[in-house]
């Protein structure tokens, strides 16, 4: 069965800090996706990103960048200077079968940043 | 505005009670997801519709129901409600019947079962 593992429950860090949220998966798929998504304190659920179990190129949008290791079954997300707008819950979730199961999403990390 | 539609907001109901949630898709989406978050168990993932056809079925109680109808929205009916049913219930669409597509996210119903 598809799980999804974020350890770290709560993060504070102080404003310009670097901030890494793990994510580790399970699943006996070879092909699978991985995304993380945003909950801003308004509480919608915002995308961030998407990944196919196939490329595991590091990605960087901005100060937002991922680190993507099926050796170790690790999704992590990196928040560079951090800023009070980042203040939020972060989920990462997992689809298997080249994508068509529904989303299964760890617990989430909720990440506070304070000025 | 995500396109996605929930409707009440917010709801508060006793136990026992018998409520019923709404969700519009995005305009052209054709599938409709349903998840429960409560502060102990986070997403939890009940139900998907396609086309008007369940597609998936997740940790959906007994209780619990839902149905999709000819012009895409979609109904979870929540019975019998319990004080444990207090969460956040969120719709999601997406065009096709893949995760891979794409959610969009709703900004949920808030249910209070007091």
């Known amino acids: 069965a598809q799980k999804v593992t974020q350890a770290q429950t709560e993060i504070s860090v102080v404003e310009k800090e670097d901030v890494t949220l793990d994510c580790v998966y399970e699943?006996?798929?070879?092909?699978?996706?991985l995304f993380w998504y945003k909950q801003p304190p308004s509480g919608e659920l915002v995308f961030l990103i998407r990944?196919?179990?196939?490329?595991?190129q590091n990605e960087i949008s901005g100060r937002y960048s991922w680190n993507f290791q099926k050796s170790t079954s690790s999704f992590n997300f990196t928040i560079t200077a951090s800023q009070v707008v980042d203040s939020a819950v972060y989920f990462c979730?997992?689809?298997?079968?080249?994508?068509?199961?529904?989303?299964?999403f760890g617990k989430g990390t909720r990440l506070s940043v304070i000025a | 505005d995500s396109g996605v539609t929930q409707t009440p907001k917010h709801l508060i109901t006793a136990t026992g009670q018998r409520v019923t949630l709404r969700c519009s898709p995005r305009?052209?989406?054709?599938?409709v997801y349903w998840y429960q978050q409560s502060l102990d168990q986070g997403l939890q993932f009940l139900i998907q519709?396609?086309?008007?056809?369940?597609?998936a079925k997740g940790n959906i109680l007994e209780r619990f129901s839902a149905q999709q109808f000819p012009d895409l929205h979609s109904e979870l009916n929540l019975s019998s409600l319990e004080l444990g049913d207090s969460a956040l219930y969120f719709c999601?669409?997406?065009?096709?019947?893949?995760?891979?597509?794409?959610?969009?996210f709703g900004s949920g119903t808030r249910l209070t079962v007091v």
């Open positions: 999601a669409s997406s065009v096709g019947n893949r995760a891979v597509d794409g959610y969009t």
């Open positions: 699943t006996r798929d070879t092909t699978y996706y």
């Open positions: 990944r196919n179990s196939f490329d595991e």
């Open positions: 979730a997992l689809s298997e079968s080249s994508g068509n199961t529904p989303l299964v």
């Open positions: 305009s052209g989406d054709l599938s």
């Open positions: 519709y396609y086309n008007g056809e369940e597609r």
